[in-house]
């Protein structure tokens, strides 16, 4: 595990929580993102306090949304986002967040961890699949690859 991902505890699971809420937005695009955030973590085994990592990301992939879906789109060769199973978008999108917005989070972590996320929530196919359009990304990064950068 990377130095990075021992600061916060429980980083795993709020990558999942994440995830989940990524996969929730797009179902509810109607409702406002803190009334979703608020009915999403009082569903969740802890309280919302430990999930900070997981609503820095959920924030981030709002705020950066056009641009991550654009990252996705032309990384996923030969896939319109529409064909795309909506729990590997999630993946993706959170990926691709961190991939991009997130130079403290080395993308070899983002990698391993959506890939995770894909063995645990997708279908078998689905971590190749995310994997190949990731590694589309990790191609046009120009930092270090298993080192974090300072944020």
């Known amino acids: 595990m990377n130095s990075a991902d021992r600061k916060t505890p429980g980083r795993r699971e709020n990558r999942a929580a994440a995830m989940q ?3 929730m937005r797009d179902a509810n695009r109607d409702v406002p993102l803190p009334e979703l955030l608020g009915a999403f973590f009082e569903i969740k085994e802890q ?3 430990f999930y900070g990592f997981a609503e820095e990301l959920i924030e981030g992939m709002e705020a950066h949304s056009a641009e991550i879906d654009a990252a996705i789109s032309k990384s996923a060769k030969n896939w319109s986002m529409d064909r ?3 729990v590997d ?3 993706l999108r959170l990926a691709v967040f961190e991939l991009l917005f997130r130079p403290d989070i080395p993308p070899i972590v983002s990698i391993n961890e959506a890939i995770d996320l894909a063995k645990t929530y997708s279908t078998g196919e689905s971590k190749r699949f995310i994997n190949g359009v990731l590694d589309n990304v990790k191609g046009g990064l120009t930092r270090p690859l298993r080192t974090p950068l300072k944020r």
Do not use: G, H, S
Request: glycine fraction near 0%.
């Open 84 to 86: 795309i199973a909506r």
């Open 47 to 49: 309280p919302r306090e």
């Open 89 to 91: 978008l999630a993946i």
């Open 21 to 23: 809420m990524a996969y």
